[in-house]
């Protein structure tokens, strides 16, 4: 058990989700997650410092990866056009990951503290963007908007891509909560 | 000092809020805020649970507000129209706070528990809103979607309302972010 395994970290991340699911997220050890992964708990804590950071890890790594899209977006690209290109990177890293995103879902709705750890990553991503957008030239409060409106996107498209018995892609949901943004700032 | 104060409430939030500035949120104790506002202790724990509270218990109140008002929007409004007169009829109770607001930003933005509170407070603030507008009869995701929009243009605009040397009134500003917002959804 102690040489290298492939993916150990993806190993341990579905291991947990799994035990959060069957058997609750407070009685779930590390201990039990290792074992469910077929890996020791010394690995375990070589991927994540606690059992909660296999829920929020990913977090950090989306968000560099929507700022670098937005970053490297065409210069002439309107604010929206280039959240719009982090948002669609975005969504092709999510594909294949619905279950999982589902089973991480469940786990965080039922419990206020992973729900604000959730608000918090969320309201991050936000900021990051301004900056971003800042960075490309955009003055405020444009900037500060259209990243609001930006994650505002995102986390609408993501709960209905996660919703019981939706099949769309992410894709789709965003580009459909995009054009959906739209209409509602220019009906009022 | 049993007898009932006018303005308890108001003078315990005003004496919590110079103390929280001048010694630091931590340092000062409920004790120490009823002798700043000429009040017991006791008088402090009729109004506000905790010294924490004190920063938060406005945030319901508000809620409730725009929600009312968001209600009473003619049924012909458009969902972000209707938002922007709840949006309105916050920036009234807003007036003449300003001092009151930078002193309980200034707090909040210090300690990571406090602003965990605060986005939580706007994030009920977005559901609560979306509820609203589904009630309206707007359907999802349209509702979700102009409800994050909302509580977006109401963050910014309430962020550059206290900025440093900022003069100009609430509901100037909440309208510009508005405009903003509009123009931001239709230039991509």
Known sequence: MGRWQ??????????????YAEHGYEQTTVAEIAKRAGLTERTFFRHYADKREVLFSGAADLEALIVRTVADAPRSAAPLDALAAGLDSVAEVFTDQR???RRRHAVITAHAELQERELIKL????????????GRGVAEPT?????????????????????????????????????ELKAVASGA
Do not use: C, N, Y
């Open 123 to 134: 309201a991050s991503m936000a900021s990051a963007l301004a900056d971003t957008l800042r």
């Open 143 to 179: 900037a500060s908007l259209a990243a609001e409106a930006g994650v505002a996107v995102f986390k609408v498209a993501f709960e209905r891509w996660i919703a019981p018995g939706e099949e769309r892609p992410m894709q789709q949901l965003i580009r459909e909560s995009l054009t």
């Open 6 to 19: 492939p993916d150990a970290r993806g190993r341990l991340a579905k291991a947990a989700l799994e035990l």
């Open 99 to 101: 279950e999982h995103a």
